[in-house]
């Protein structure tokens, strides 16, 4: 089973051209992202299950996601802005709980146009309840590629690997969802510095369309 996730991902490394690195490190140390799926039920709790394969259709999920991803390392707005639904736009939620109220929803074009906007938006609310007032990049770097998404231990698919204290709301939020959780397990000891980071998509067709980026961290 083990190996099977390991080819797997290896694969879908080379046909995306996009992990030469998250690959090399595979190889040389042995390691490869586990894989997880399921289900988080509506009270937030987390369910695992490693699978053995993935069915062909969440297959191109994590393929598109780990475009995103890489779109969003290297802060490319336009080629982000690509994956966008063209009729919801992509919601951006600083902290776990999806919150429609208080949340920004970008369209592709806005988003295509981010580099150049130096607008100060209001994301939504800090963990001391402070409005969270950054431009676009700003926003990026402390909630949504605050760290490196590319070095994870863990992958979950419609799966939250980790909670704090925050509401694990995706599923309900986006009930006609899937979303890939790219996991960063705490390293000081205390479960205080692990993040995620969560795409959402939506199944159109054929193509999956990026409608929302959650970012999860420890909170007080």
Known sequence: MKQRVIVFFCCISLIVGLAAGFVLRG??????????????????????????????????????AMKAVRAVAEQDFEALAAFVDPEEGVTFTPYSTVDPTSNLTFSADNLAAAGEDDTSYVWGFGSDSSPIKMTVPEYFDSYVWNANYWDVAEIGID????????????????PDCHFVDFYLPATDGTDRDWSSLKLVFRLSGSDWYLVGVIHSEWTA
């Open 159 to 174: 799966t939250v690997l980790h909670s704090g204290n925050s509401l694990e709301n995706v599923a309900d939020a986006y």
């Open 27 to 64: 190889v040389v140390s042995g390691q490869q992202p586990a894989v997880h799926t399921g289900a988080t039920s509506a009270d937030g709790s987390v369910s695992q299950q490693d699978t053995e394969e993935l069915p062909d259709q969440k297959g191109r999920l994590v393929i598109t």
